[in-house]
């Protein structure tokens, strides 16, 4: 399971994903003081943070922007090192949550203000008017030319109070709109998993509860596919963690392109070596052959010397397939998909088995 440090770099405490140990961890160090030393930005944390993720190829974003960068020809100073930082490193759940909040505020305080000057603008024309209507009932010809001039000139005012409202309501909504989008994104990155850009636990938990509340399609069920990779604890042993995570990347990918298009399937690393997918509105035959497409597009895959291309190892996975039954909750569905998981594993691996 990975591990959540925290560092504090430019005074915000920031949640990193670092779970390498001390030989790896020595390796990457290596790697990322080589890039440092090729390029403008100052020698700080936050430029030691970008290439040390940059190295790890646990940040896929972050990674994707620096490659464009780098095949520009561009050289990394200090200005394009903390953006890189601010768009791919620090988490969208605290400063743009913080930002956000901040914004919507200034956005609502605007609304009221100009409603309550309207409101005031408002009050004082109704005074006007009633002078109007007394001096009207009066018949008093004197009082009421100067009460006509006070009531033209409030309906005046009263206009351009109330356009300005309508302006000021218009612009909020635009940015009311555009801060909830941010905001919406922030909270969809806060729920993927960085190495492989699919969902993480905390989103397939989420996910999993949006499953449980909606009921199933009449003749279907709700499925759910767990697998593992098979050995990879020799993987790291023999490769590096660094082999390793290109693993996790490739079945992640194998995950995503396999999802039914379209559908509300969505695919997820539980944990570690530890993949899933939901699937809601199917049937675990429907499942059962999505999980065997899986196992065979993994199988299928080479990891090769990027440098010479030959074929260093193949991998396979081991999956384990369930259904929602009456009365189940997340945590029975979980543990039935486990447990058939727990069969292919004990029967050979590379292959899949229902529960």
Sequence with gaps: MRRVTVAKLSGASVPMRYTEPKDRSAELLR??????????????PTTFTLWYEYAAGINPPLQAAVDALLNSGAALGDDTVARLFQDHIAPPDAAAVQRIGVDLQRVMTGIVTSASQTGTRAGLFGAQLDGLSAAL???????????????????????????????????????????????????????????????????????????????????????????????????????GHVMGDRVIRGLGEILRVSLPDPGDAVAARYG???????????????????????RERAKAMRIRNRSTQEVLFTVTISGGVAALQPGDDAQALIARADGALYQSKHGGRDRVSCG
């Excluded at 909830?180 to 989420?206: C, Q, S, V």
């Design 272 to 294: 570690g070596e530890e993949f899933a997918i939901v699937l809601p509105h199917s049937t675990l035959a429907d499942a059962t052959r999505l999980a065997e497409q899986v």
């Design 31 to 44: 790697v990322a003081l080589g890039h440092m030393g090729r390029h403008e930005a100052a020698f700080n």
């Design 137 to 239: 009932r009066a018949n008093d010809v004197a009082a009421l030319t100067p009460q006509v001039d006070q009531a033209l000139e409030g309906t005046a005012q009263m206009k351009s109070s109330a356009d300005a409202l309508q302006q000021q309501v218009s612009a909020s909504q635009s940015e009311i709109a555009r801060l909830r989008t941010d905001l919406d994104r922030a909270r969809g990155e806060a729920l993927l998993d960085p190495l492989t850009g699919i969902l993480n636990r905390k989103g397939f938990d989420e996910k999993m509860a949006a499953l449980l509340a909606a009921s199933p399609a009449e003749g279907q069920s709700h499925c759910l596919v767990m697998f593992d990779i098979d050995h990879f604890k020799k993987v790291n042993d023999a490769h």
